[in-house]
């Protein structure tokens, strides 16, 4: 046999000249097959390196792959690598693999690759939603037992488990503590008004505000989808008769950006308190304060809540928060200017 293709179950019945029926069974453990053939067909299919198709097996005859999906926006943010790190942390142990796909942050392609992982019939199904994206089409699914769960925003027309970081108490205390250090004029730089986690912190903001008595000013809110256009936000709440001496940046690119506008314009003497922890955040100078979410936690509840429900869990749906936490390291306890 040619070494240049993958063997076959042919190759593994001419190997030990029995039928592919026979290497069939052995594969599937299904039908009378003798221990001795059992024995030369298993050594043949190591000798010759043959892996069964166990999706094309699963489909066949309408089982469940061993397989769990999860999809995510973005594979460049770390957050969301760490999030699935947390995942699969849990449930590897139970002999299941975890496959991952990204949206981009399109409902459309998230639509297709939740099609694509209802088709290969996996185990359980994880998603973080796309801004705009729609569940409801997934109702069936759910309601025919498969385990789904949403991690870092809630699901949109369905009711499932969700995993999600204390986002709006988290940017209130973020908000808070520059607040307690005598800022009264603090922007706000965060992502697409749409999104879920955006709209949660923009809350908390304003709950912060309110508290102190600190009149809204829609002029100091912007928005930074990316580091570029974060920076940029940056710069124009810096500007003008009334200038921003704070900044509140709602998610790890707008806090980057923040770090990366401050940097151009030579500003140190701006407080800045970022939402989730930054790679390197403690060799800035001044180093970087925090509300740190727990990635790897969300992973984990979320991985635990799949386990549970396979398990015969049928109780309703449950949300999971994770708390956030306030890490003080400098930049955040600058005074006003």
Known sequence: MSKARRATMSDVAREVGVTAKTVSRVVNGEGPVSRETRERVLAAMSRLGFQPNLMARNMRVGARDSTIGLVIPDMGNPFFGTVAGGVESVVRPRGLTLIVGSSEESPERERSLISTFLAR???????????????????????????????????????????????????????AHLIAHGHRRIAFVGDAPALYTRRERF???????????????????????????????????????????????????????????????????????????????????????????????????????????????????????????????????????
């Open 203 to 337: 809350q908390g903001y304003r709950d912060a505000l309110a508290e102190a008595g600190i009149p809204y000013d829609r002029s100091l809110v912007e928005t930074g989808h990316n580091q570029e256009a974060a920076a940029e936000a940056v710069a124009r709440v810096l500007h003008g008769r009334n200038p921003a001496t704070a900044v509140f940046a709602a998610n790890n690119f707008a806090a980057t950006g923040a770090v990366l506008g401050l940097a151009r314009m030579r500003r140190r003497d701006v407080a800045l308190v970022g939402f989730d922890d930054l790679p390197l955040a403690e060799v800035l100078e001044p180093a970087l304060t925090v509300i740190a979410q727990n990635p790897a936690a969300i992973g984990q509840a979320a991985g635990e809540l799949l386990l549970s429900r396979l398990d015969g869990d049928r109780s309703k749906a449950r949300s999971v928060v994770v708390p956030t936490r306030l890490i003080v390291r400098g930049s955040g306890e600058l005074p006003p200017g």
């Open 121 to 175: 019939r996996v185990t359980a199904l994880l998603v973080v939603p796309s801004a705009g994206g729609d569940h409801r089409s997934m109702r069936t699914e759910r309601s025919a037992g498969l385990p789904l769960a949403f991690l870092d925003r809630p699901a949109n027309g369905l009711t499932a488990d969700s995993v999600v970081s204390s986002n709006r108490e988290g940017a209130r205390s973020g908000v």
